[in-house]
């Protein structure tokens, strides 16, 4: 039987409109979910291909564990709106816990205006109260204004772009390499270094790596455009592990998804960019755009890298527990949370 949570009486206007509640969707409520959502979020993949990515994502073990796509239904059955619920490991402070990240909130276009995506969002935190996740998660591409009503707040969080250095300069004896799967242990503990140091910030075990990992290299398989290059690549110093860099290549632009480094050394993150730089300019790129984590940019003087506070993606939060303290999070490097993290 799917989890089946109902809110009676929270949701009602007036004794006309039925009860509603959240259930784990169907298969066929997800087939039409996608389809109809496919327009908004499939990023240039056909309606088949972005079917497939899904499917396969759904099959892994970490979202067998720890994600769903949840329906907010009337009494008829009617889907009224959705959303996908994702609970990963984040650092808070000095607690590690799981959260509830809210992501792909999508309302039918003959529903839109009527609330239904707000008491959805209302019913899924009360959900995450009563699993006592102490914190609720989302990264918005709609601006702020909704989501503050349903008291989550910004985190400051920034963008960086540029246009590369003719000479990247990196040290001899610095190399990168394609990743393979033995070098999954290594890349987590650098995202770790990192992680730790950041007073929020997601975790990953084995399971959510492979299930990123799928979800990007995948997504670029099947979206097979011959202008994109997706590298995931391991930084060797001599023979040893010096980090990891996660990019895109094309479209005149050198998109760095993420990067890490032993010990979490923006000094080392600094160097890899440099390698990679490289690279990129070798493939007739110039511009730059990412997500550098703090400090990186203070280490590259030369590049002129110019920040701004984001406009897309905005990480935003709302306390579940009285007793989580989230003061600490009031500047742009308070919160690591990398590009390959946006649910």
Same mark, same amino acid.
């Given at each position: 039987?799917?989890?089946?949570?109902?809110?009676?009486?929270?949701?009602?206007?007036?004794?006309?409109?039925?009860?509603?509640?959240?259930?784990?969707?169907?298969?066929?409520?997800?087939?039409?979910?996608?389809?109809?959502?496919?327009?908004?979020?499939?990023?240039?993949?056909?309606?088949?291909?972005?079917?497939?990515?899904?499917?396969?994502?759904?099959?892994?073990?970490?979202?067998?564990?720890?994600?769903?796509?949840?329906?907010?239904?009337?009494?008829?059955?009617?889907?009224?709106?959705?959303?996908?619920?994702?609970?990963?490991?984040?650092?808070?402070?000095?607690?590690?816990?799981?959260?509830?990240?809210?992501?792909?909130?999508?309302?039918?276009?003959?529903?839109?205006?009527?609330?239904?995506?707000?008491?959805?969002?209302?019913?899924?935190?009360?959900?995450?109260?009563?699993?006592?996740?102490?914190?609720?998660?989302?990264?918005?591409?709609?601006?702020?204004?909704?989501?503050? &009503?349903?008291? +989550?707040?910004?985190?400051?969080?920034?963008?960086?772009?540029?246009?590369?250095?003719?000479?990247?300069?990196?040290?001899?004896?610095?190399?990168?390499?394609?990743?393979?799967?033995?070098?999954?242990?290594?890349?987590?503990?650098?995202?770790?270094?990192?992680?730790?140091?950041?007073?929020?910030?997601?975790?990953?075990?084995?399971?959510?790596?492979?299930?990123?990992?799928?979800?990007?290299?995948?997504?670029?398989?099947?979206?097979?455009?011959?202008?994109?290059?997706?590298?995931?690549?391991?930084?060797?110093?001599?023979?040893?592990?010096?980090?990891?860099?996660?990019?895109?290549?094309?479209?005149?632009?050198?998109?760095?998804?993420?990067?890490?480094?032993?010990?979490?050394?923006?000094?080392?993150?600094?160097?890899?960019?440099?390698?990679?730089?490289?690279?990129?300019?070798?493939?007739?790129?110039?511009?730059?755009?990412?997500?550098?984590?703090?400090?990186?940019?203070?280490?590259?003087?030369?590049?002129?890298?110019?920040?701004?506070?984001? &406009?897309?993606?905005?990480?935003?939060?709302?306390?579940?527990?009285?007793?989580?303290?989230?003061?600490?999070?009031?500047?742009?490097?308070?919160?690591?949370?990398? +590009?390959?993290?946006? +649910?």
């Amino acid at each position: 039987m799917p989890e089946r949570v109902t809110l009676a009486g929270v949701i009602r206007r007036d004794p006309s409109i039925p009860m509603a509640s959240l259930t784990v969707a169907r298969d066929d409520q997800l087939d039409s979910i996608y389809r109809e959502s496919h327009a908004l979020w499939g990023s240039g993949l056909l309606i088949e291909d972005y079917l497939g990515l899904w499917r396969e994502l759904t099959d892994t073990e970490w979202a067998r564990r720890h994600a769903g796509m949840y329906v907010w239904c009337d009494e008829a059955g009617t889907v009224l709106s959705s959303v996908k619920l994702y609970r990963p490991e984040l650092r808070v402070g000095d607690r590690v816990c799981r959260a509830t990240v809210i992501g792909a909130l999508f309302t039918p276009s003959a529903l839109r205006g009527c609330g239904h995506a707000s008491r959805l969002v209302e019913a899924a935190l009360a959900h995450a109260r009563e699993r006592g996740d102490p914190l609720a998660l989302l990264f918005s591409d709609i601006g702020t204004d909704f989501y503050v &009503r349903l008291g +989550f707040r910004a985190l400051p969080a920034e963008e960086q772009w540029g246009v590369l250095p003719t000479d990247p300069r990196p040290p001899a004896g610095w190399s990168l390499r394609p990743k393979v799967a033995s070098d999954l242990a290594a890349m987590s503990r650098a995202h770790l270094d990192l992680a730790t140091s950041r007073p929020l910030a997601m975790i990953r075990d084995t399971h959510h790596w492979t299930f990123l990992d799928i979800r990007s290299s995948r997504f670029f398989e099947r979206l097979n455009d011959r202008r994109l290059t997706y590298r995931q690549q391991v930084v060797l110093c001599g023979r040893e592990f010096a980090g990891y860099l996660i990019t895109v290549e094309g479209r005149g632009e050198w998109n760095v998804r993420e990067l890490g480094a032993v010990e979490g050394s923006p000094e080392t993150m600094a160097t890899i960019l440099r390698l990679g730089a490289r690279q990129a300019q070798a493939a007739g790129l110039r511009g730059f755009y990412g997500w550098l984590p703090p400090g990186v940019a203070d280490h590259l003087p030369d590049w002129g890298i110019r920040r701004r506070r984001r &406009r897309r993606a905005v990480p935003m939060v709302r306390e579940l527990d009285e007793g989580l303290d989230l003061s600490g999070l009031a500047t742009a490097d308070a919160a690591y949370l990398a +590009f390959q993290d946006q +649910f």
